[in-house]
């Protein structure tokens, strides 16, 4: 259960459902409950792909590792880099979001100013200064331990949840506007180009159910981590489908659309009065707290992966003396994320910065989720003989699954290039939004071949992980391999 509160917490379902559903309404319209239902088809498949991996190659390295050992250390490599690039990304801006939770807060409370300055909570500058005060804290915490933290989250999720499930199941019954079924219907979505780029949103909302895998050396036992991890994708659908629903029973579509980053509390003000209006906005403000630090934990677990294996530098496989943890790799992936949110300033409005980022982190989700289905149909694909009803969980769902997102990503690039002519820090430019997974790839590359030929990792001989075993503990919390010297 501690592995589902991690994993539950790092998806942030109330936060995605917050912020997540205007974005994607905006795309696709009144069809924004079967959109969701489709995006889980891939994502349950990619899922099952990393039960399957894990059983038999637990590692808190993942994709990096079963990519690396299966299909090419390269492509390995890049799969792990590209995750915790994107992971940095995704921090940088949900710490704006904390932020904005927070004056939303206060604004409930009726505080507007604060030493005459008026709060927006749609504000880059605000919401960041904000956020990245929260994540000192958070990141205080998460180096205590993942125990530590998922009873902390686990507090936080049953709270959240009771609120999110009370005011949707709320809204089912008491919205006034007129429930459909064609909601669910998938040909009623105008067209591939609109299918595409809400498809990438949608699986971007599901990202996060991997952080259970993460966590998968200090578990009982590798099952733990798997059935938290599809556990997490069960709890994510419904939760989504619930809150697709009952928003569109409740808002109106334009004001959907045009309630953004706010959508969470413009559904509470609907639904309720003061001060019960603002539990949904508490309720946010409590999944982004846990989001945070969820994806803190499996971000430095990840990099003390790639470090022990020398793809990366030895500082990430620092471990602290007292809790046992990657404190210094927690730590500057705290730093990294806040340094990137302060970049991001040139992006003025919150909810361009959030529509920025979940289109162009969610193109790179597809391509290394896509990537690890692969791993887990050559993996196993000897079943296809042996063991046929075997093969259809560890083999056809991830290869489909994959295939699927390899092409998603592929048609969405060819129709941010095709439709730009040129190039604009904003939300809806083709090049702007390629840009980003396109640094993510070269900068990929150019660590890559620092690791082979400078570092002379064995990764890239064997594309295998060491081992968390074959790593012991000096006086001075340093991971360093049996014989040497730290």
Same mark, same amino acid.
């Given at each position: 259960?501690?592995?589902v509160? /991690?994993?539950?917490s ?8 917050g912020v997540?559903?205007?974005?994607t309404a905006? !795309?696709?319209?009144l ?8 995006a889980?088809?891939?994502?349950i498949? !990619?899922?099952?792909? $990393?039960?399957?991996?894990?059983r ?14 299966t &299909?090419?250390?390269?492509l ?8 915790l690039?994107?992971?940095?990304v ?5 710490t704006? /979001?904390?932020?904005?939770?927070? !004056? ?7 505080v ?5 300055l008026?709060l927006?909570?749609n ?6 200064i904000?956020?990245?005060?929260l ?7 998460a180096?205590?331990?993942a ?7 686990? $507090? ?5 949840y009771a609120?999110? @499930? ?8 008491v ?11 998938p040909?009623a979505?105008p ?6 780029q809400g498809?990438v949103?949608a ?9 259970a ?17 599809? *556990?997490?994708v &069960?709890?994510?659908?419904? @939760?989504?489908? &619930?809150?697709?629903?009952?928003f569109?029973r ?5 004001d959907l !659309?045009?309630?953004?980053s ?5 559904f509470?003000?609907v639904l309720?009065?003061?001060? *019960? ?24 677990r990840f990099?003390?992966?790639m470090g ?6 030895? *500082?990430?496989t ?5 809790f ?28 361009d ?13 597809? @391509? +290394?989720?896509?990537?690890?289905g692969l791993?887990?149909?050559?993996r196993?694909? =000897? ?8 093969? &259809? ?14 092409g998603?990503a ?5 129709? +941010? ?8 820090f ?6 702007f939004l ?5 640094? *993510? ?16 990792s064995? $990764?890239?001989?064997?594309?295998r992980g ?6 012991d503990?000096?006086?001075a ?5 049996? =014989?040497?010297?730290?």
């Amino acid at each position: 259960m501690d592995g589902v509160a /991690i994993a539950a917490s790092s998806t942030a379902v109330t936060t995605t459902i917050g912020v997540g559903l205007a974005t994607t309404a905006a !795309i696709v319209g009144l069809q924004l409950p079967i959109l969701v239902v489709l995006a889980f088809l891939p994502i349950i498949g !990619i899922a099952i792909g $990393y039960a399957s991996l894990n059983r038999v190659e637990a590692s808190c390295g993942n994709s990096y590792v079963w990519v690396g050992h299966t &299909l090419s250390p390269w492509l390995g490599f890049l799969s792990g880099w590209c995750q915790l690039l994107a992971t940095l990304v995704f921090l940088s801006y949900t710490t704006a /979001i904390a932020g904005s939770a927070l !004056i939303q807060l206060l604004g409930g409370l009726h505080v507007t100013t604060i030493a005459g300055l008026v709060l927006d909570a749609n504000s880059t500058l605000q919401t960041t200064i904000l956020g990245l005060v929260l994540l000192i804290p958070l990141t205080l915490t998460a180096i205590r331990g993942a125990v530590i933290a998922a009873r902390l989250q686990k $507090y936080l999720l049953i709270f959240e949840y009771a609120v999110l @499930l009370g005011f949707c199941v709320y809204g089912l019954f008491v919205g006034h506007q007129r429930f459909a079924w064609n909601w669910f219907d998938p040909f009623a979505i105008p067209s591939w180009t609109v299918l595409a780029q809400g498809l990438v949103v949608a699986v971007f909302c599901y990202w996060g159910f991997e952080a259970a895998f993460a966590v998968t050396e200090e578990v009982r036992h590798p099952r733990d981590a798997s059935r938290a991890g599809i *556990m997490t994708v &069960l709890l994510a659908l419904g @939760l989504f489908v &619930l809150a697709a629903v009952s928003f569109q029973r409740v808002i109106p579509q334009d004001d959907l !659309i045009a309630s953004g980053s706010a959508g969470l509390e413009h559904f509470g003000e609907v639904l309720a009065a003061a001060p *019960m209006a603002s539990l949904p906005v508490l309720a946010l403000a409590f999944s982004v707290i846990a989001s945070v630090q969820a994806t803190l934990i499996p971000s430095a677990r990840f990099l003390l992966a790639m470090g022990r294996d020398r793809t990366l530098g030895p *500082m990430w496989t620092r471990i602290h003396p007292r809790f046992g943890t990657p404190a210094q790799g927690t730590i500057c992936v705290a730093v990294l994320s806040g340094a990137i949110a302060l970049a991001a300033l040139i992006i003025p409005k919150l909810s361009d910065l959030i529509l920025a980022g979940v289109n162009s982190v969610g193109l790179v989700v597809a @391509l +290394w989720y896509g990537l690890t289905g692969l791993a887990a149909a050559v993996r196993f694909r =000897g079943t296809l003989r042996t063991d046929p009803l075997r093969a &259809l969980p560890a083999v056809v769902a991830p290869l489909l699954s994959g295939v699927v997102l390899f092409g998603l990503a592929g048609y969405l690039a060819w129709t +941010w290039i095709d439709g730009t002519d040129h190039f604009a820090f904003t939300p809806d430019n083709g090049w702007f939004l390629l840009s980003v997974p396109a640094a *993510m790839f070269l900068s990929g590359m150019v660590m890559a071949a620092v690791g082979k030929w400078v570092r002379k990792s064995p $990764y890239f001989v064997s594309g295998r992980g060491s081992d968390a075993a074959s790593l012991d503990l000096n006086p001075a919390g340093t991971a360093v391999e049996p =014989g040497t010297t730290a």
